[in-house]
Structures are given as structure tokens and as C-alpha cells.
């Protein structure tokens, strides 16, 4: 196929070829907002896989292609549709034209993103890429496709998620990774033993590349009427509402999360070596983000104290598989109370540490940020404002205080009895958010410095 400048469908519809299309996506990619290297150049961008799903107008055709993202081969999963006449709400999908056929962003087209609901439905199987279908899911919208088309979810960075009807909803993995994604792993797990505080995957789309699965998309429960957490504490913060009885059922659920993946995967206490390596790790990233972000500098005093603080810690450290992304973004309130969501953790962030054990208070740290982020993200331009200021200040400190609260009277270990560790891994991840924010949100950089000169 690689070799051919075109090639039509049963409809004759001649669809552009491997070498312009390539190009094209050169282009296009690093203007996607799921895209880690946003505004970058790309050169030597070249495709490792390519299977046609549907011939004709429109067509759709699922590419991986590879690309260097800083210094490293990065692989993204690209599904490109064929229209002659591209309708003018797909407008803004196009990724260029060639030969008089508009190509485009086929996960954006309902009829084409059909195609990937029935594949997993009818267990298809096209070339290498395998639609599986979860044995132990319900009747419903694993077997029976809803009748209404695909929609997709606006709020996303990472990944794309298309909603079929109000029964299902697929994420479409953009950035793709060899070995068993979490993402899948942890929910599909959960969903098992029967936790309340996932939503159940249905099936799910893989491939095998260089000897190894590759996830690409996983299709799950929707949540319909859900809200985000991220959504909710801002609406409440804006309307000086408080949020301390929802923080407290999210640390609760936080907790209860945490026992199930200790089920499921088991846990066990940090050995001394471990505590070592933690402590080195956190360093090795602050030496890195000191190279990306010399503003950092009048910080890595206090931020490395309090790594070397992790040593003087005198009692048990467990250990266990966490969600590793954890924010008011990643949980929805629904019917059954706060359901996690997305486990693949960063993606950034090599297979093998995304899905080793890990300290549990590390999510806690991640959700600790999150309402320091709604607050500070609420005074944004009225940080002169001393009311305003206090006034957010102490929303953040209730909701982290009913947050904590509510973890440990679920069985969590109690944040206050590991303020040591949990200071450690909150400023770890600061300074994530630094060099997040200095590469992808740049007008949000002042929330993590803002409270790294406040910490």
C-alpha cells in the first residue's frame, strides 16, 4: 500500500496516497490540541501502520505513524476519513486535500466512527487490528449498537472520546504505547470484582506492533447525566458555594478506589532501596525541570528538602497500583457517587512506571493540587484582590481538609500521619505542572508557581 500514489474504493472515490499524506499529517499533528508538542516542527514523520476499514465515499482509513518528539520516537494513532464533499461541519477536521478528496479527522464524522462501535460489537477482525469485545459486559451496547450517531467530547487534552446514544463512549488513544495500557488493565479489573467507582469497559481495539499489543481504544459505560469534578468545583467556588460535603465523599471514594486496586493487583511496603530510589527520582526530575525552567531555582532548596525529608520517615510505606493522574478532571459525580476515570496515568510517562506500585498518597497529592488549581485558576486577574484571595484560599484549605478527612475515615492511610511523604510527592508534582504548563498552557503557569512560592 505504502508504495502506491492512490488507491480507490469500491465507489470510486481515488484516495490520496502514503507520500502526500504524510506530509499533510506533518502539518496537521502539531496543531492538535491532544498533540504533547504543540506548535513543533516535525521531520522524518512516517507511517508503521496502515489498514483500511471502509472503502468507498467516505472511506476511513487507521494509521500509527512515528515521529522524534523531544529526542525520543513517539507513535500516534490517526484515523483518516475520504470524502469527495466534505460537509461544512467537518470544516474544521480537514487535514488537506489531495487529487480532489478532502482528507480529514474521521473520528469527528458519526458515520465513520460507526464503523469502530460495530467492529467491536461484530469482534471484527481487519489486517493486525483486533476489535474485542469484553466477555462478562452486559447486553446492551457491547452487542447492540445505538441507534443515534457518535459524538465527540470537547473537553479532552490527551486523547479523543466519542459518546454513542447515552450508553457507551469510546477513547480513542492518541498517543500509543507498546505493553498492557492501565487504562484497560485497571478498569477492566475493577469492573470484575464489582466496584462502584469505575465505569465497566464493554471491549476495546488492539493492535500488535514490533512483537508487542498496542492498546488503542477502549469502550466503556457512559455516565450519562454525570458531571466532572473539575466542572463542579468551579461552579460552586463561583457561586461561593461550598464544596466540603462533595470533597469529603470524593475522599471517601478516593479511599475505597484505592482498597480495590489493592485487591486487585495487591500491595506491600516499600522496601529501603525503594524509598531511596523514590527520593532519587524526585530529584532527577527537578534537576531536569531546573534546565527547562530556571524560574524554579528560588524553590529547589525547599523542594529538595523536603525529598531528603522521605529518608527520616519512620514507619511502613505501602505500595500499590494507582490511577497516577489523579485531579477533579479525572472523576465524575454520577448516580453511584464519584467514579474515576482514565487510568493510563501520564502519557507521557514510560509503560513500566505508569503501571509499577507506588505510594497510594501520591493521587491524594494529585487531587490536593486539583483544588489548589480551582482556586487559584478563579483568581485569575484579580489576584491584587485580598478578599477574593481569601476568600478562595479558604474554599481550597475546607476542601482539602474534608478531602483528607474523608480518605481516612474509609480506610486511606491518614494524610495527616504522613505529612512528610505527602508534602514530598504534593511538590513533586508542582513541579510537573510547571513544565506542563510551560509547554502546553503557558497563561496557566502562575497556579503552580504561585503556590510553589507560597508552599
Not at 228 to 237: E, F, K, N, S
Request: glycine share 8%.
Amino acid at each position: 500500500m505504502a508504495g502506491k500514489s492512490t488507491v480507490t474504493g469500491k465507489n470510486g472515490v481515488a484516495r490520496p496516497g502514503t507520500a502526500g499524506l504524510t506530509d499533510m499529517l506533518a502539518r496537521w499533528l502539531p496543531h492538535q490540541r491532544w498533540f504533547p508538542g504543540r506548535g513543533a516542527s516535525l521531520s522524518g514523520l512516517r507511517i508503521v501502520s496502515d489498514v483500511t476499514l471502509r472503502t468507498g465515499d467516505p472511506a476511513l482509513r487507521h494509521l500509527i505513524v512515528e515521529t522524534m518528539l523531544h529526542g525520543e520516537p513517539a507513535r500516534f494513532q490517526v484515523l483518516v476519513g475520504y470524502r469527495r464533499d466534505l460537509p461544512g461541519e467537518l470544516a474544521e477536521t480537514i487535514i488537506g486535500r489531495q487529487d480532489g478528496v478532502a482528507c480529514y479527522d474521521a473520528l469527528h464524522d458519526p458515520e465513520l466512527a460507526d464503523v469502530l462501535l460495530r467492529g467491536i460489537t461484530e469482534q471484527r477482525l481487519a489486517e493486525h487490528l483486533r476489535f474485542v469485545r469484553e466477555p462478562s459486559a452486559p447486553a446492551g451496547p457491547a452487542h447492540e449498537p445505538p441507534a443515534s450517531g457518535a459524538r465527540v467530547l470537547r473537553a479532552e487534552q490527551s486523547n479523543t472520546s466519542l459518546v454513542f446514544g447515552e450508553q457507551a463512549i469510546l477513547k480513542v488513544l492518541r498517543r500509543v504505547f507498546p505493553g498492557a495500557n492501565p487504562d484497560l488493565e485497571v478498569a477492566d479489573g475493577l469492573a470484575r470484582l464489582g466496584s462502584a467507582r469505575v465505569a465497566a469497559p464493554y471491549g476495546w481495539i488492539e493492535t500488535d506492533l514490533d512483537g508487542e499489543p498496542v492498546l488503542l481504544a477502549v469502550l466503556s459505560e457512559f455516565l450519562a447525566g454525570a458531571s466532572d469534578g473539575w466542572t463542579l468545583a468551579l461552579a460552586a467556588l463561583i457561586q461561593g458555594l461550598p464544596f466540603t460535603a462533595q470533597a469529603r465523599l470524593l475522599g471517601q471514594a478516593t479511599a475505597e478506589l484505592h482498597l480495590d486496586m489493592a485487591r486487585a493487583f495487591g500491595s506491600r511496603d516499600m522496601t529501603a532501596a525503594e524509598r531511596s530510589d523514590l527520593t532519587a527520582a524526585m530529584h532527577g526530575k527537578l534537576t531536569d525541570a531546573l534546565a527547562v525552567m530556571p524560574a524554579l531555582r528560588e524553590h529547589e532548596a525547599a523542594i529538595r528538602s523536603a525529598y531528603d525529608a522521605i529518608a527520616r520517615v519512620d514507619q511502613p510505606v505501602p505500595v500499590q497500583r494507582i490511577h497516577g493522574d489523579y485531579h477533579l478532571g479525572q472523576v465524575l459525580y454520577a448516580r453511584q457517587g464519584w467514579v474515576a476515570l482514565d487510568f493510563e496515568g501520564e502519557p507521557a510517562v514510560p509503560l513500566a512506571v505508569r503501571r509499577a506500585l507506588a505510594p497510594a498518597l501520591r493521587d491524594v497529592a494529585g487531587m490536593l493540587r486539583s483544588f489548589d488549581y480551582a482556586g487559584r485558576h478563579q483568581l485569575a486577574g484579580d489576584s491584587a484582590d485580598e478578599r477574593v484571595a481569601s476568600v478562595a484560599a479558604d474554599w481550597v484549605r475546607q476542601c482539602q481538609q474534608a478531602f483528607c478527612a474523608g480518605y481516612a475515615a474509609s480506610g486511606g492511610a491518614d494524610p495527616d500521619s504522613n505529612a512528610t511523604l505527602l508534602r514530598a510527592l504534593t511538590l513533586e508534582k508542582a513541579v510537573y505542572e510547571v513544565i506542563y504548563e510551560y509547554r502546553h498552557r503557558p497563561s496557566w503557569l502562575p497556579i503552580p508557581l504561585g503556590y510553589l512560592a507560597a508552599a
